[in-house]
């Protein structure tokens, strides 16, 4: 068996175990941010996590995941000191998901310090966006057009399981920017690249014209939240409005696809 | 009250009444494709269905809608002459979503007569995608960007009730081809159109240069199902096999987004 590596393992058989509580209570927004850590799930992402360098403090898998799983299980318990095999009946305590593998790690969020914006550099910045599985595959389509970050203002939680889902690992590679005061980002950085506020109106400029016009310089592409869109503050904040055209009569397009003719449209 | 020209209308109070047996019937494909008629469900979209000239057969509204949204009921009872009021109780027999506005509405399916496909017009073909959200999505950006009909073959339901939330009355409003078959489809229509294969390979063509050598000449770009993409016959039709360069490690866009980039390509 592929996962035999990682035996000996404490075996966790009761629910109310406290390494079992204190993974479960992960899934809360507010106790991900008191803590700093973060549960994941799946063994495909699991693996990947570990694979990119994202320090896994415990990991947790039922029986029926070790004799499955094990090649991802090796590399998860390759980087990971504490692998502890829990009842299957536990899995739905952690699990976010219909159908669990049964496959979960305790994860350190990753390191929030600043990236310095680079010349030349393609950025996508969300305000607020606030549904996860948008956020989610949006760091899924940057990564694979070749953003070179993602910077994030307040609301936008790349922690939440649907994000981390939807992701599909990319948000635990890519380079993220956490920007709580998005104002105060925009105006600091504002010398070192252009600030393109993307809003759906026809009166604002063409996307492409306005990105070609950027040359060398670093291009952020700034998407707001789906219903309000990007606030007046950040709108005024940015140097420039611009816009995807639009002909039909749907009235918009959803930010994750907005978000990817954006970066599609930078990196180009 | 603005819905009060709909009096009087027909009161059901029971679960098991035949029309809400039929139309809660209609949640099933197989129910649907028998009777060639949905289930439309919310004020919005009703009332969108309704100005996109849809035949509403029977609408139903609980009496909470009717003092919530009789902006848009007036607009569905103006074309649909049987509109019955419902216990709020029987709403969950109807209903897809969680939070149901309490407005549904029974309407015949669209005719699915082929519409020729016209010089130097954009379209986008769907082989088997799979999730409803996808088809759904792909129709409001499709719309938004001005694509000029969809070509969808077999196992792409817009009639769906997740494909007709996520499409937010663009379904209903577009062109649509249906092509059972996908291969002679392309082939009967390849004087006329220029097909291009969408494929994740890097030795592929690029869409952006694929496109722009159409010139004047119809194109459709083809996208696959989700998790294995197109079936070697369509590619072996199509005239050539294009794709959207990928510099990441994320190994895939997902189709809605690709078929974004396609859409936007298209109709720049």
Chains 1, 2 share one sequence.
Not at 142 to 156: F, P, V
Not at 195 to 207: E, M, Y
Request: net charge negative; aromatic share 6%; hydrophobic share 40%.
């Amino acid at each position: 068996m592929i996962g035999s590596g990682v035996y000996p393992m404490e075996k966790i058989t009761s629910r109310s175990n406290e390494k079992i509580k204190y993974a479960s209570a992960l899934l809360s927004a507010s106790k991900r941010r008191e803590c700093g850590e973060f549960l994941l799930e799946g063994a495909r992402l699991c693996s990947d996590a570990a694979q990119s360098g994202v320090e896994i403090v415990r990991a947790f898998f039922t029986a029926d995941a070790l004799s499955r799983y094990g090649e991802y299980i090796s590399v998860i318990s390759a980087v990971c000191k504490e692998c502890c095999e829990i009842d299957s009946g536990i899995s739905g305590r952690l699990s976010d998901t219909e159908n669990t593998q049964g496959v979960f790690c305790v994860c350190k969020m990753r390191d929030a310090s600043a990236v310095p914006l680079k010349k030349g550099g393609r950025y996508l910045m969300l305000e607020n966006v606030q549904d996860p599985s948008n956020t989610g595959a949006i760091f899924r389509t940057c990564e694979a057009l070749g953003i070179d970050a993602l910077i994030l203002s307040g609301g936008c939680d790349i922690y939440n399981p649907k994000a981390l889902r939807a992701a599909m690992g990319s948000s635990l590679r890519m380079d993220v920017i956490f920007a709580a005061d998005p104002v105060s980002y925009i105006e600091s950085n504002s010398g070192s690249a252009v600030f393109l506020a993307c809003v759906p109106s026809a009166d604002a400029r063409d996307i492409t014209q306005a990105l070609k016009d950027c040359g060398e310089r670093a291009t952020v592409c700034v998407l707001g939240n789906e219903g309000a869109g990007l606030t007046g503050e950040v709108i005024s904040a940015c140097g420039e409005r611009v816009t995807i055209p639009m002909k039909g009569r749907a009235e918009s397009l959803n930010v994750s696809v907005a978000a990817a003719i954006a970066a599609w449209e930078s990196v180009k």
